[in-house]
Every structure is written in structure tokens, then in C-alpha cells.
């Protein structure tokens, strides 16, 4: 005899595969550094002596534009 999943176990599946599907990479920034003017092509903030530049791109090179949707 088979045992059926509670409701809510399949609720909490279908959620978690629902995320995942519309999930995808986080997009890449150019930052400038405030004291040299050096650039970086990073995900995430450097910290407080870097300013945002230019973004979002695709790639972790900065150079693919994300086009808005």
C-alpha cells in the first residue's frame, strides 16, 4: 500500500522548485575605487572606498549589458 504525502510537504516542494526555476545569476557591477580610480568587475559591494560605475552586465568581465525585461 502506497503512503500519500501530507498537503502541505507537496505545497513546500512546488514552492521550492517554483524559486528555482526563476532564479538565475546575480548580475556583475563595475565599481571604481575612490582613491586611485581603479576599476573591478565584481557581484558584490567592495566595501566603502568603492563606488558603483557602471551595470549590470551578464559576465564577470563587465563588458555584457544586462538588458532590462
Same mark, same amino acid.
Given at each position: 500500500?502506497?503512503? $500519500? ?9 512546488? !514552492? ?6 526563476? #532564479? %538565475? =545569476? ?8 575612490? $582613491? ?9 559591494? !567592495? ?6 560605475? #557602471? %551595470? =549590470? ?13
Amino acid at each position: 500500500m502506497r503512503h $500519500i504525502k501530507p498537503l502541505s510537504t507537496l505545497c513546500l516542494l512546488w !514552492l521550492l522548485l517554483a524559486a528555482s526555476v526563476q #532564479a %538565475g =545569476p546575480a548580475p556583475w557591477y563595475l565599481w571604481r575605487s575612490k $582613491i586611485d580610480g581603479q576599476l573591478a568587475c565584481s557581484q558584490t559591494p !567592495l566595501g566603502p572606498g568603492w563606488v558603483q560605475d #557602471a %551595470g =549590470p552586465f551578464k559576465d564577470s568581465r563587465c563588458e555584457k549589458l544586462l538588458l532590462a525585461k
